[in-house]
Antibody, heavy 117, light 109 residues
Framework: QVQLVQSGGEVKKPGASVKVSCKTS????????ITWVRQAPGQGLEWMGWISTDNGNARYTQRFQGRVIMTIDTSATTAYMEVRSLRSDDTAMYYC??????????WGQGTLVTVSS | EIVLTQSPGTLSLSPGERATLSCRASQSVGSRYLAWYQQKPGQAPRLLIYGASSRATGVPDRFSGSGSGAYFTLTITRLEPDDFAVYYC??????????FGQGTRLEIK
């Protein structure tokens, strides 16, 4: 069955970087893109961007442009999302999801990133 | 950027009742690009509806989506205890950014 398993929670200081992984299995990795969504505590869902697993091209929402980098390792069927220059308002649960033409039916379990001095 | 506004913010109903959740877009959204997600505390979102009206795999037929243009609706007939959660609408194209509504909390009355 399709699975997306994310790396564990992280605690970082302001100004640091964090890299979250999303290990996929149960389907052909390069057939479906991966998208990333974050959710601040008690808040709604915020789309961060998307990466093609075919060619590694990524598209970011404007507010994260230049501070977020999405990459893939095809051999490891894993997607990564790095956030640089962390601020306290980056504290959130970060999710990866598989992108189909019929929506996003498969999600990782989420990775909590806490930014605190 | 297309802004999605969901109403009501909170909906209080009893099991067995019918829930109607609304999603209004700041501009027209192609129906194929409108989806609904359910999220329970401590869980990732779950896809319910895609293409405005198609149920995702395994979603009970109590859930239905409708609408077009800038107005979309999620209807849940005969509410069950497991349905009480937060619901988000999402528009995903054809151009980025993808946006979500702010959510409707469906709570037990």
């Amino acid at each position: 069955q399709v699975q997306l398993v994310q790396s564990g929670g992280e605690v970082k200081k302001p100004g640091a970087s964090v890299k979250v992984s999303c290990k996929t299995s149960g389907y052909r990795f390069d057939n479906y893109g991966i998208t990333w969504v974050r959710q601040a505590p008690g808040q709604g869902l915020e789309w961060m961007g998307w990466i093609s697993t075919d060619n590694g091209n990524a598209r970011y929402t404007q507010r994260f442009q230049g501070r977020v980098i999405m990459t893939i390792d095809t051999s490891a069927t894993t997607a990564y999302m790095e956030v640089r220059s962390l601020r306290s308002d980056d504290t959130a649960m970060y999710y990866c999801a598989r992108v189909l033409s019929s929506g996003w039916p498969d999600w990782g379990q989420g990775t909590l990133v806490t930014v605190s001095s | 950027e297309i802004v999605l506004t969901q109403s009501p913010g909170t909906l209080s109903l009893s099991p067995g009742e019918r829930a109607t959740l609304s999603c209004r877009a700041s501009q027209s959204v192609g129906s194929r690009y409108l989806a609904w997600y359910q999220q329970k505390p401590g869980q990732a979102p779950r896809l319910l509806i895609y293409g405005a009206s198609s149920r995702a795999t395994g979603v009970p037929d109590r859930f239905s989506g409708s609408g077009s243009g800038a107005y979309f609706t999620l209807t849940i007939t005969r509410l069950e205890p497991d349905d009480f959660a937060v619901y988000y609408c999402q528009q995903c194209g054809p151009l980025p950014p993808i946006t979500f509504g702010q959510g409707t909390r469906l709570e037990i009355k």
